[in-house]
């Protein structure tokens, strides 16, 4: 515990740790999830480090009793690895995305190494991955997702342009390093997609500024591209609230309609989607785009 204490006092400078944080060492009795769809998740950390205003990973600290505040704490659970390994001889094959409800790359990673360890479990099983983080720390494991490249897909979330970037996950790595690991990764020979999620309504949504995010992103062999809206679950709203009301005021009855009126945020929906189409074809991308669950039937540029 020593080893661990010096490890967050050496890191208190750095912009991953801002601001109070509280690492702890806890056990799980299960290291796969089976959601309804089909593939296992697998999340080597409870919480997240990054702090995302939006993160609609928060609806988990309904399981806790009296959580810490979002983004201030990270459970990591130390024993994972030895799980998986007896679950992997079990379960059949298949897809496992990585990182559904915190980010797996997280800086407490760096010391643990327990993401790295399942990677390997998991790949030398027989398990495609499907990787997803806003952490630079993936780069270390490019060694190992290059040698099973046929099994893993990487990609990198965004949701809004630097200097709101700032604002919305201020301890994630920036936007610009992000689409770097994208370009990176695809040199190793990593297939790699890029999520968009959520984008933020009004913040980066509008065609002018898509276009300009397509333009930038329409040379990488992306596998596709996810846009995502924001999630209308637990505490995301009142964890919103007060950054809108305080920076973006405007914007309140634009996001209380989609958070509290089902057919505003179908509308919504249905511009945000005419609008990624313009932007794409534009900026002449050519992958495949989904949003929200479903597919945009064509491919843009063509």
């Not at 020593?2 to 740790?17: C, H, I, M, T, Y």
């Not at 490249?149 to 996950?169: A, D, F, I, K």
Request: charged share 25%; aromatic share 10%; with cysteine.
């Amino acid at each position: 515990m020593r080893q661990l204490e010096l490890f967050v006092a050496k890191n208190k400078g750095s912009p991953a740790s801002r601001g109070g944080v509280k690492i702890e060492e806890i056990t799980c009795r299960s290291a796969l999830q089976r959601p309804p769809w089909d593939e296992y998740t697998l999340n080597p950390y409870r919480g997240c480090l990054h702090a995302c205003v939006y993160g609609y990973c928060r609806m988990m600290q309904r399981f806790e009793d009296d959580p810490p505040p979002w983004g201030t704490y990270c459970h990591a659970r130390t024993n994972m690895p030895n799980v998986l390994a007896r679950e992997v001889k079990r379960y059949p094959p298949k897809q496992v995305m990585v990182g559904s409800v915190c980010d797996a790359w997280q800086w407490p990673e760096k010391y643990f190494g327990i993401t790295r360890e399942c990677l390997l479990i998991l790949l030398k099983g027989g398990f495609p991955l499907r990787c997803l983080t806003k952490s630079d720390l993936i780069r270390r494991d490019f060694d190992v997702l290059s040698q099973y490249r046929n099994m893993v897909t990487l990609g990198v979330s965004l949701s809004t342009p630097p200097p709101l970037s700032l604002l919305w996950e201020p301890r994630a790595s920036p936007p610009e390093e992000r689409l770097k690991i994208l370009a990176e990764a695809a040199q190793y020979g990593i297939p790699v997609y890029l999520s968009l999620s959520p984008l933020l309504p009004g913040l980066g949504d509008d065609v002018d500024s898509l276009s300009a995010l397509f333009a930038r992103i329409r040379r990488l062999p992306l596998q596709g591209l996810w846009v995502d809206l924001v999630h209308a679950r637990s505490g995301v709203w009142r964890a919103c609230y007060p950054l809108l009301a305080k920076r973006f005021p405007k914007l309140l009855p634009l996001w209380r309609k989609i958070f509290f009126d089902r057919g505003e945020a179908q509308r919504y929906a249905g511009k945000l989607r005419v609008r990624i189409l313009e932007a794409a074809v534009r900026s002449g991308l050519r992958c495949r785009i989904d949003l929200k669950g479903y597919e945009v039937a064509r491919r843009c540029g063509r």
